[in-house]
């Protein structure tokens, strides 16, 4: 088991920056690969950003390239997600997801994913 716990959510107005953690426990954190979801009321969970184990890797869904950044520190069990130039479309609930590194070729898919955290809502004012 992999429990994941985010934070670092909040109210910005459109321009501004977020940094979002999620910090891991259970499992060695290094042998998965890292997810960040997001979901904004009556939609589905869609797709932000992905990391490899090591870092090396990085996948962004053409929405949030540029602007957001996915990084990951192995020593402190922690997955990050940089989030600069908000806008009100960015407004969601965030969640952080781990899934075994040999499914990277699905890192997009949320069904891929074994691992969810609780989400941190993230609301962008304009």
């Known amino acids: 088991q992999v429990q994941l716990v985010e934070s670092g959510g909040g109210l910005v107005q459109a321009g501004g920056s977020l940094r979002l953690s999620c910090a891991a426990s259970?499992?060695?954190?290094?042998?998965?690969?890292m997810g960040w979801f997001r979901q904004a009321p009556g939609k589905e969970r869609d797709f932000v950003a992905a990391i490899g184990w090591s870092g090396g890797r990085t996948y962004y869904t053409d929405s949030v390239k540029g602007r957001f950044t996915i990084s990951r520190d192995n020593a402190k069990n922690t997955v990050y997600l940089e989030m600069n130039s908000l806008k009100p479309e960015d407004t969601a609930v965030y969640y952080c997801a781990a899934v075994a590194v040999s499914r990277w070729s699905r890192v997009a898919a949320a069904t891929n994913y074994d691992y969810w955290g609780q989400g941190t809502q993230v609301t962008v004012s304009s």
């Open positions: 259970g499992r060695t954190f290094s042998n998965y690969a």
